[in-house]
């Protein structure tokens, strides 16, 4: 539940966009994810030559399901949990700050605390 790194992105980009600047950086061994990084290239390729756990579960209109550790994948929330936790913060709620620079700096001070 806790973040290893954090990357702005525009509120119109897909989360696949953040993954392409976060995703080869990590040194988990592990990875959790929602279905919207069910992506082959862009997402699975590059972790299973990392060498990555990968713990994703497929898209339903997937045509070859993959299989994942569900007892695993339950742990996700977690992950949500910190955001809204986040949340609390009313300058990261309401976005305050002008600039990216800024509004990251705000993030990266109020995860130090949660």
């Given amino acids: 539940g806790n973040p290893t790194s954090f990357c702005l992105m525009p509120g119109q980009a897909c989360d696949l966009d953040g993954s ?22 862009r997402v699975l390729k590059p972790l299973c030559a990392a060498e990555k756990e990968i713990v994703i579960p497929p898209k339903k209109n997937r045509k070859e399901q993959r299989e994942y550790d569900k007892e695993l994948y339950k742990s996700c929330h977690l992950i949500e949990n910190f955001f809204c936790r986040l949340k609390q913060y009313r300058a990261i709620a309401t976005r305050y700050d002008k600039t990216a620079r800024n509004f990251l700096a705000a993030i990266y001070l109020a995860a130090t605390t949660v």
């Fill in 20 to 41: 392409d600047v976060l995703l080869p950086a990590l040194e988990a061994k592990t990875i959790l994810a929602d279905r919207g990084y069910d992506a082959e290239d």
